[in-house]
């Protein structure tokens, strides 16, 4: 079965600092791996993928994720938080066998404070 | 492209009433999901279609939620009756090659 998993409900992190947001995954074949952000009142907008190749992935707004196979992780980074970067932010990975079915992690806080 | 489409944005209704969510998926895409997301249980997976076909209906709740795609550019997901813990965002999403994208949401609240 297909799962991911974002252990932190919640990160804080100061404006100009480094973030990470976790999040490991389980799946039975190759893994298909998505980052999404939801702002307040909206819906969820697309980051960043991994489907192959190099296991850093640059997406939107200067956010990177790193793939690491032997650790089942992809963890979202970014070198310099924003205040606006403050956001709902979902890891998923898509099921290889069913095409278009995704699986959504619990969902991570972040806070960026001035 | 406007995106994925659901209406209404916000909708109020007494509990016992039939309600209708709608979605227009962005052209051309080929798989359709109806998602439900509460501070409680995260974003779940109600039913996705693929080519206006319902392929997994294993997340829709009970049998008074039922969704329909009769066709490519429309979906509908029904509540009937609808209870007080159907309160909830409803989110649609449309992919095509593997890349979701979701509407805005439709905020449900039943009293």
């Known amino acids: 079965a297909q799962s991911v998993a974002q252990p932190e409900d919640q990160v804080n992190v100061a404006e100009g600092n480094p973030l990470t947001v976790k999040c490991t995954y389980s799946?039975?074949?190759?893994?298909?791996l998505f980052w999404y952000v939801q702002y307040p009142n909206r819906g969820l907008q697309f980051l960043l993928k991994?489907?192959?190749?190099?296991?850093l992935v640059k997406g939107s707004y200067g956010f990177e994720a790193e793939f690491n196979k032997s650790q089942t992780s992809f963890h979202l980074k970014k070198p310099s938080a924003l205040v606006s970067d403050s956001a709902l932010y979902f890891c998923?990975?898509?099921?290889?066998?069913?095409?278009?079915?995704?699986?959504f992690g619990s969902g991570t806080k972040l806070n960026v404070k001035p | 492209d406007a995106g994925v489409i659901q209406s209404p944005r916000h909708e109020v209704t007494e509990m016992g009433q039939e309600v209708t969510l709608r979605c227009k998926p962005i052209?051309?895409?080929?798989?359709l999901f109806w998602y439900r997301q509460t501070m409680m249980r995260g974003l779940e997976l109600l039913i996705y279609?693929?080519?206006?076909?319902?392929?997994?209906d294993s997340g829709m709740p009970e049998d008074r939620f039922s969704a329909k795609m009769p066709n490519a550019s429309f979906s509908t997901l029904k509540i009937q009756p609808s209870e007080p813990r159907d309160s909830a965002v409803y989110f649609c999403?449309?992919?095509?090659?593997?890349?979701?994208?979701f509407g805005q949401g439709t905020r449900l609240t039943v009293v």
């Open positions: 999403a449309s992919s095509f090659r593997g890349l979701a994208f």
């Open positions: 799946v039975s074949g190759n893994p298909y």
């Open positions: 991994y489907i192959t190749g190099d296991n």
């Open positions: 998923a990975v898509r099921d290889g066998g069913n095409f278009n079915k995704f699986y």
């Open positions: 052209s051309g895409h080929n798989s």
């Open positions: 279609f693929n080519n206006n076909v319902p392929i997994d």
